[in-house]
């Protein structure tokens, strides 16, 4: 099994599409084997899945992500858990131990916001309107 986190100086970034680097941990019986960063910089939100499928993964840690992300991770056949803050390697850990915080439910529609909506304060980064606490 290979997890990919959306990663960001050791945490997990919290914008799935304007996320330039993973952690890609290979996970053997259980336990983490060997994790690598690899740069995604240059694949955009539409290209993420594909990219992510190329390295092998099947499972995706990620902060905030849009319902397009959403559908293509679904189409390449990725398990993915949304919502998730804090070190990436915490995440992981925590997935293996099946005690990962997540939010199922985590949508943030960037290109589409409501008057007031912050998407949760999840962004890292002015993102099309989007200014959260990263």
Do not use: W
């Not at 960063?37 to 995706?60: M, N, T, Y």
């Not at 803050?85 to 916001?113: E, F, N, Q, R, T």
């Amino acid at each position: 099994m290979k997890i990919a986190v959306t990663y960001e100086n050791g945490q997990v970034f919290q914008h799935f599409g304007h996320c330039e680097q993973f952690k890609i941990y290979t996970v053997e019986e259980g336990q983490v084997r060997s994790a690598q960063i690899v740069s995604a910089a240059g694949h955009g939100h539409g290209a993420l899945a594909a990219f992510l499928k190329e390295q092998g993964a099947d499972q995706v840690i990620c902060g905030g992500i849009g319902a397009g992300a959403r559908t293509a991770l679904e189409e390449a056949g990725m398990t993915y858990y949304p919502g998730v803050s804090g070190a990436a390697d915490a995440a992981v850990a925590a997935l293996l131990a099946g005690k990962l915080s997540y939010d199922p439910d985590m949508v943030c529609a960037h290109h589409h916001h409501e008057e007031g909506h912050d998407c949760g304060g999840h962004c890292g980064e002015d993102k099309h309107g989007c200014a959260g606490n990263h």
